[in-house]
């Protein structure tokens, strides 16, 4: 199974190490060409404004969005969150526009307001540990969305399909339980797609 | 239990900044331009190294208008300066907000002999460091990131690349030690045992490093990634140039392209003049901002 970390700034090597952990092969992904040899793809942490132009600027909008419409599961980490989601407060142009929700940048403010803390996420026993760093909130969701974690009262994992969002990042961690359900949701897509 | 601060959140911030290029701003005006042109932060200051430079005397922490302006401004986050060892400084950009601080050799210097002790605070510091053992000093004393000093305000990068491959072949050298010549090492060094085996096992500075001081084109950017820098800090080369939108657009794609050479060249093409710049062997003892810190 072959994955792949959108590599165009942010954390790419930290969920490069989680998915071989994890027991998969992580990709770098640099040019849309090598969209077609993956099985997957992440969307990293980073700073999201950078990385949707970026995207823009190399084509990768309507790339990822036709991957999407495969089948073939997304995993957006924090900025990568963003980059998922269909609609962001306060701006009126979103960047992927593929999961139903809407996201709130910066929710709990500046990098001092940043915190670590133990999330118990639905579908894995124990909670994982989660850093938010100058994270963002999903502020609503559209039926097809399932939450997977609040984090006081407010949605932080989220799932649609073959989509996956959460606002702080599981790759700064050693724990890889959220890179092996990636995982999972990559071959039940195998398995609908045969 | 929720904490904030913790060394964890404050490094990685820093690795969220990887990849990308980090600006020197003066106004709104500015922090805007940095912003569109795809800069994952901005770096809050009254003036660019190079007008440190001009205007001479001493250069302290800008005013907080000026950050207060820019934060207004701009989403991404913004750094700030203090000077080193100036902990009140530093203290007062934290309650400002800031998202990090730079204790800046850029800064004349408050302390000649201590640095300030970075754990004490919630927000992360990048230090700069022309060598393995000044890198390690300011890990050991907190700080979450790192930027080799290169000589700022110069547009110049023979000093960024002498110090980057310089810490690159000192970490070459600390793998190929035995454990029991660790010991020396550090001693030699004037690191801690416990930072230098990290060195040692990982082959790598145990926090993201930028490269900054003199990057002036698109090329330069590029180079400092191919050394193996994590991302670029660019202070004069943006705003002192002819054409600041279009030089911040390109340095910005070279550093994520930087093995992209065609690439490279097309985004090169008509930039306009860059910054003036200033051969190293033209300046004083007194002006050389990398000789501050230790």
Redesign the interface.
């Known amino acids: 199974m072959k994955v792949g970390v959108l590599?165009?700034?942010?954390?790419?090597?930290?969920h490069i190490r989680s998915i071989e952990q994890a027991g998969a092969t992580g990709v770098s992904v640099?040019r849309v060409e090598q969209l077609d040899e993956l099985d997957g793809l992440i969307i990293p942490?980073?700073?999201s404004?950078?990385i949707g132009?970026?995207m823009r600027?190399y084509d990768f909008i309507d790339a990822v969005r036709s991957f999407s419409a495969q089948g073939k599961p997304i995993f957006g980490t924090?900025?990568g969150l963003i980059v998922l989601a269909e609609r962001i407060e306060g701006q009126d142009e979103a960047h992927l526009e593929l999961m139903d929700m809407t996201v709130a940048?910066?929710a709990f403010g500046?990098?001092?307001?940043?915190?670590?803390?133990?999330l118990p996420v639905q579908g894995i026993d124990e909670p994982i540990r989660a850093?938010?760093?100058?994270a963002p909130l999903i502020t609503q969701v559209g039926p097809e969305v399932e939450v997977l974690s609040t984090f006081n009262g407010e949605i932080v994992t989220a799932r649609q399909g073959h989509l996956l969002a959460a606002s702080y990042?599981p790759e700064?961690?050693d724990d890889v339980r959220l890179h092996e359900y990636f995982l999972d949701m990559i071959k039940d897509s195998a398995v609908v797609e045969r | 239990m929720m904490e904030t601060g913790t060394s964890r959140v404050k490094r990685g911030m820093a690795e969220m900044q990887k990849g990308g290029v980090i600006m020197d701003v003066m106004n709104a005006e500015q922090a805007r331009i940095a912003e569109a042109a795809g800069a994952v932060a901005v770096m809050a200051l009254e003036r660019v190294p190079s007008d440190i430079r001009a205007a001479g005397g001493v250069a302290r922490m800008a005013d907080p208008t000026i950050f207060e302006e820019v934060v207004k401004t701009v989403s991404i986050p913004v750094m700030a300066k203090a000077r080193i060892g100036h902990y009140v400084e530093a203290k007062v950009l934290e309650a400002l907000g800031a998202d990090y601080i730079d204790e800046s050799e850029v800064l004349t210097p408050a302390d000649e002999v201590f640095h300030i002790n970075k754990k004490e605070f919630t927000i992360p510091f990048v230090c700069g460091a022309k060598d393995l053992g000044e890198a390690l000093r300011r890990v050991g004393e907190g700080a979450s990131m790192l930027r080799t000093k290169g000589e700022p305000g110069t547009g110049n990068i023979v000093e960024a690349v002498r110090h980057l491959r310089l810490i690159n072949s000192q970490i070459r050298k600390v793998q190929n030690l035995s454990k029991d010549e660790l010991y020396a090492e550090a001693k030699n060094l004037g690191v801690s045992y416990d930072l230098l085996l990290d060195v040692h096992e990982t082959g790598k500075l145990p926090v993201v490093n930028f490269a900054a001081g003199g990057v002036a084109t698109p090329s330069d950017a590029a180079l400092m990634m191919h050394l193996g820098a994590d991302g670029v800090f660019v202070g004069s080369g943006i705003f002192k140039s002819d054409n600041p939108e279009r030089f911040a657009r390109a340095i910005v794609e070279a550093t994520t392209h930087y093995t992209d050479y065609k690439l490279i060249a097309e985004v090169s093409k008509n930039l306009g003049t860059p910054m003036k710049g200033i051969e190293i062997s033209k300046l004083s003892a007194s002006e050389r901002m990398q000789d501050r810190g230790w």
Do not use: M, P, W, Y
Request: charged share 30%; proline share 0%; glycine share 8%.
């Open positions: 590599a165009l700034q942010g954390a790419v090597a930290e640099k942490g980073g700073e404004t950078t132009k970026l600027k924090c900025a940048r910066n500046r990098q001092r307001e940043s915190f670590e803390t133990d850093v938010f760093i100058r990042h700064l961690t």
